[in-house]
């Protein structure tokens, strides 16, 4: 099964950016829908964005919208978040996952380690 690996997470303050890496741990030859969740203390896990197989399509929740940006290499096998204008309230740990598409509700293998992003002044 490929594993996800999460990185790129710390600390910044508000208003600060950060840029978020999803890599594959090994080539397939199969391109698959990725998308972004992330999980704050005392809450469920929610969506962020994802990004269709062929990187021509993106989506994401009206929290992160105009201050997210979801892009892939798929040649480096790799998923990026750009975080622009970080809040308090994007305080979480952060997890990729594979998907058939975007508009599925199931991802493909297990929740990885993630990394933490905390915004705080």
């Known amino acids: 099964q490929v594993q996800l690996v999460e990185s790129g997470g710390g600390l910044v303050q508000p208003g600060g950016s950060l840029r978020l890496s999803c890599a594959a741990s090994?080539?397939?030859?199969?391109?698959?829908?990725v998308g972004w969740f992330r999980q704050a203390p005392g809450k469920e896990r929610e969506g962020v964005c994802c990004?269709?197989?062929?990187?021509?399509?993106?989506y994401y929740a009206d929290s992160v919208k105009g201050r997210f940006t979801i892009s892939r290499d798929n040649a480096k096998n790799t998923v990026y978040l750009q975080m622009n204008s970080l809040k308090p309230e994007d305080t979480a740990i952060y997890f990729c996952?594979?998907?058939?598409?975007?508009?599925?509700?199931?991802?493909?293998?297990?929740w990885g380690q993630g990394t933490q992003v905390t915004v705080s002044s």
């Open positions: 996952a594979r998907k058939s598409s975007c508009r599925s509700e199931i991802i493909f293998g297990s």
């Open positions: 090994r080539f397939t030859g199969d391109s698959y829908a």
């Open positions: 990004i269709s197989s062929s990187g021509t399509s993106t």
